[in-house]
């Protein structure tokens, strides 16, 4: 069955430094991966998604992925990190052909001044 | 979260009581969606579906009920509430293939 890990359920980084989190899949066959993001007290929101049409992906406010088939990867990046930007992130991945989407357990982001 | 609401936003409930989540859409997709959200655990699917008249079971269907009368309506039902389905509920919705988009979650406590 296809599984998301997110490696580290916390992440602190200073503002203005890189945000690097991480997320693996496992599947032999290269999903839909997607990355949301979730402000406290609100519902989950797209920054981002890979659907094999290009390997880096932009998102909303500068967040950016890169689908590494050879690491099973899809790790989120920004260059420089806001304080707006703490929240918590989850990876997602979806099967060609499923409609359903398998969560990371989650990534939470804390921004430091 | 825009097109898609969720009723009611916080409810506390009883051991045995029952209770309806709605969430409603105004985007005309076919599919819609109920997870839970426990800290954690990330967010797991309790039930779907892929069109009006339609549903399926997720990954954590136990104690829990669905329906989908009309296609702009998800119906989540539960029948006699335990503490273990204390959470936030999310209802999402999409296209085939495509981004699933996410109502603004109901708290639920059941003491």
């Known amino acids: 069955a296809q599984s998301v890990t997110q490696l580290g359920s916390h992440v602190s980084v200073s503002e203005g430094a890189l945000v690097l989190l991480r997320c693996n899949y496992s599947?032999?066959?290269?999903?839909?991966l997607f990355w949301y993001v979730q402000y406290p007290n609100q519902g989950l929101q797209l920054l981002l998604k890979?659907?094999?049409?290009?390997?880096l992906v932009k998102g909303i406010n500068d967040f950016e992925a890169e689908f590494k088939k050879s690491e099973t990867s899809f790790h989120l990046t920004k260059p420089s990190a806001h304080m707006s930007d703490a929240a918590e992130y989850f990876c997602?991945?979806?099967?060609?052909?499923?409609?359903?989407?398998?969560f990371g357990k989650g990534t939470k982001l804390t921004v430091n001044p | 979260n825009a097109g898609v609401t969720q009723t009611p936003k916080f409810r506390v409930l009883k051991t045995g009581q029952s209770m309806t989540l709605l969430c409603a859409q105004d985007?005309?997709?076919?599919?819609m969606y109920w997870y839970r959200q426990d800290p954690g655990m990330g967010l797991r699917l309790i039930h779907y579906?892929?069109?009006?008249?339609?549903?399926a079971k997720g990954e954590v269907p136990d104690g829990y009920n669905v329906s989908r009368l009309k296609k702009q309506n998800f119906l989540l039902g539960l029948e006699s509430a335990a503490p273990s389905q204390t959470s936030v509920y999310f209802c999402?919705?999409?296209?085939?293939?495509?981004?699933?988009?996410f109502g603004p979650g109901t708290r639920l406590l059941v003491l």
């Open positions: 599947s032999s066959v290269p999903p839909y």
């Open positions: 997602a991945a979806r099967k060609g052909g499923s409609e359903k989407l398998v």
């Open positions: 579906s892929v069109g009006e008249g339609t549903t």
């Open positions: 890979y659907t094999s049409a290009a390997t």
């Open positions: 999402a919705i999409g296209t085939f293939q495509e981004t699933q988009y």
């Open positions: 985007m005309n997709h076919e599919y």
